[in-house]
């Protein structure tokens, strides 16, 4: 599988990595570890003149945590999530979550920045930085400008991205109380049956506020409001929990594929969600 | 077609400059142009780990990597882990422990090992299975395999203590 030719760019600094987007146009895309686009490429169901590998521009790179506010540039990879301290200390749900995509070989390559970008349903993280309320800082020839992950999923690989912007960065407020990261795949690499990501926070013996997300339910991930609704002012209970199932299946539109009909991915849905709450209420 | 690139790339200590299209993936690239063929092409979808390379100190699968990407990237493979002569802990491992059949997965099985021990020197059992979940056997069920590198993890940090 060899895909067609193009010519490799790999600018070291963003200047040119946007400079390069200008000057090519629908001919270029800009690549991170390359764990998607390859793939396509090599099916030849994405064709790309000019690759710019983003590899070199150092700016893009570097996790910090500035008192609550969490920053990872958009190249940081699954595998140095996993690996660094700090964040899953601030944010223990996104080791969580990256421990569950793909491969470690994968893991290594892949970035987070690619998985949020690429508006693919079947990621991860862009569920995810629903639920954490993340906002993705774009660059392009009009400057920086940052969109909320609840209003960058437009469609199945469309996004509020234009073609000429870089996602350079992403950043969320550090976590407090329990979370959870649950995902039903059929074996390791797989993509989501379905996925919930889940953050609560208790206060007394109640839930005080919660955030809930899923994946590969739709075309886009479901910030569902309504189900984290369900449990504010609860005990996360059974019954609670069937409510936040139900207005989760609500909220959700999935489709039939390679994973099953529609009945059993909004049956996997409720399942993993309830489970998500669960261990999420168990840590608060 | 388009434009070759001047490439260089560290393979197993040695210097290798070559020309090449962007395009053309890494595993093409040393199995047919530098003749080095222990990294095996399975499934060429990134799924097998066959094909799985250290680069810069990541395991990688070599048949999703870009050789324009790997250009200025120090690589290793099975061949640069040792000499017939004085074989790897981890291959003497493999062979003590009946960690092979066929041994076509074994090559990239053994460098993602490498790697696994040298980011997590003492794995547990379940460490092992998770780290390694990246290659695929077709042939041992996988039970002798992460015998053999966990008795290799044990044997390092044995000769690390013993080091020390």
């Known amino acids: 599988m060899i895909p067609a030719a193009f010519d490799y760019h790999r600018p070291d600094s963003l200047q040119d990595a946007l400079g390069l987007l200008q000057t090519h146009g629908e001919d270029a895309r800009v690549m991170a570890g390359g764990h998607s686009l390859i793939p396509m490429m090599k099916l030849r169901m994405a064709e790309v003149p000019h690759l710019i590998d983003l590899q070199a521009i150092t700016g893009l790179r570097g996790i910090t945590i500035d008192g609550a506010t969490l920053r990872l540039g958009a190249m940081v990879t699954q595998h140095e999530i996993i690996e660094h301290a700090g964040l899953s200390c601030a944010a223990p749900i996104l080791r969580e979550a990256a421990l569950q995509i793909a491969d470690p070989q994968v893991r290594y390559m892949g970035t987070i920045g690619g998985n949020v970008a690429n508006g693919d349903p079947g990621n991860d993280m862009p569920g995810l930085m629903q639920c954490l309320g993340a906002e993705f800082t774009l660059v392009g020839p009009d400057g920086t400008r940052s969109v909320a992950a609840r209003a960058f999923y437009e469609a199945a690989y469309m996004t509020a991205r234009t073609d000429d912007e870089i996602l350079t960065a992403i950043s969320f407020p550090a976590t407090t109380g329990g979370y959870a990261y649950e995902k039903q795949k059929r074996k390791i690499g797989d993509y989501a049956t379905a996925a919930a990501a889940v953050l609560l926070t208790r206060k007394g013996g109640t839930c005080a506020s919660a955030s809930i997300a899923m994946t590969n339910l739709s075309d886009v991930p479901v910030w569902s409001e309504a189900a984290a609704q369900a449990l504010v002012g609860t005990a996360c209970d059974d019954t609670a929990i069937k409510a936040a199932m139900a207005a989760m299946d609500a909220d959700i539109d999935p489709g039939e594929d390679n994973r099953g009909p529609v009945a059993f991915k909004r049956h996997v849905a409720g399942v993993i969600l309830s489970r998500a709450i669960s261990r999420a209420w168990s840590r608060t | ?164």
């Open chain 2, 1 to 164: 077609m388009s434009k070759k690139m001047q490439i260089t790339l560290t393979v197993n200590g040695e210097a290798q400059d070559l020309l090449a299209e962007p395009r053309e993936l890494l595993i093409h690239v040393l199995r047919e142009r530098l003749n080095i063929t222990g990294p095996h092409i399975g499934c060429e979808t990134s799924h097998c780990g066959a094909c799985t390379v250290t680069m810069d100190g990541k395991s990688v699968k070599s048949c999703t990597v870009f050789v324009a990407q790997a250009n200025g990237a120090s690589i290793t493979t099975i061949e640069g882990i040792s000499t017939p002569d004085s074989l790897h802990v981890l291959q003497n491992a493999f062979r003590e422990h009946h960690g092979l059949q066929c041994g076509f997965c074994t090559p990239g099985m053994i460098t993602r090992a490498i790697q696994l021990l040298e980011d997590n020197p003492n794995p547990t059992e379940e460490e092992v299975r998770f780290g390694m979940a990246g290659n695929l056997c077709r042939c041992t069920g996988y039970q002798n395999i992460v015998k053999s590198v966990l008795a290799a993890a044990t044997e390092m940090s044995a000769a690390r203590e013993a080091a020390e």
